[in-house]
């Protein structure tokens, strides 16, 4: 039963237009969600992160927005690079005592120069 | 600062060989993981750490061990290697397992074969 879920396994998006990543869970319980970005041969990287008790977060081009009476979250680049062609996971961590991290199979996205 | 360094690389195995995957971190971090990551499987929690001394289980467990000694190291013991091992592996750390300082930072992983 995968409980954080990436149901686009990729994306193509045109350079300076909008990408809109998305991802689904199921566990009420987490209240932590995280974004990272991984280029091949790397390991992932941090991208930015958002608690449950707000609903949108900002880092530059890069802004996560949280529902959750939808258990729906999404990350939004704007404008659109080159660069952020990559592999990107989402994540979510949460329930008292519980340390663990469930990642989502990731989406590939590709920006078209 | 090196951030986490995983050793080896690469690795080959037969079945039923065992193998240790390094990881270490310089960052003082008492937070540290094990992941292995599949096609299309995403990536998967092995073991946790929350500091010295203290580990447990993640999504995947079976076929690993693991120990926390140190702070700075967090090693992954296969006990006998099977093909279904055959996986990218990422070691991770962070400050904290929770609350604000949880980003993890990731190592550049070791990519194991078994035959």
């Known amino acids: 039963d995968q409980q954080v879920k990436q149901n686009s396994p990729s994306l193509s998006v045109q350079e300076g237009r909008i990408s809109i990543l998305n991802c689904d869970y199921t566990n009420s319980m987490f209240d932590y969600f995280l974004w990272y970005k991984k280029y091949p041969a790397e390991g992932p990287t941090f991208l930015i992160s958002i608690s449950s008790i707000k609903d949108k977060n900002e880092d530059g081009r890069f802004t996560v927005f949280l529902n959750k009476s939808a258990k729906h979250l999404s990350l939004h680049i704007v404008p659109s690079q080159p660069g952020d062609s990559a592999v990107y996971f989402c994540?979510?961590?949460?329930?008292?005592?519980?340390?663990?991290?469930?990642f989502g199979t990731g989406t590939r996205l590709k920006v078209l120069a | 600062n090196a951030g986490v360094t995983q050793t080896p690389k690469f690795q080959v195995l037969k079945t039923g060989q065992s193998m240790t995957l390094q990881c270490a971190q310089d960052m003082n971090h008492e937070y540290m993981s094990w992941y292995r990551q599949d096609p299309g499987m995403g990536l998967r929690l092995i073991h946790y750490?929350?500091?010295?001394?203290?580990?447990d289980q993640g999504e995947v467990p079976n076929g690993y061990n693991v120990s926390r000694s140190t702070t700075e190291d967090f090693p992954l013991r296969l006990l006998s290697a099977a093909p279904s091992q055959t996986s990218v592996y990422f070691c991770a750390s962070s400050y904290s397992g929770r609350g604000s300082y949880n980003e993890q930072f990731f190592g550049p992983g070791t990519r194991l074969t078994v035959l």
């Open positions: 994540a979510a961590t949460g329930g008292s005592g519980t340390y663990k991290y469930i």
């Open positions: 750490s929350v500091g010295a001394g203290i580990t």
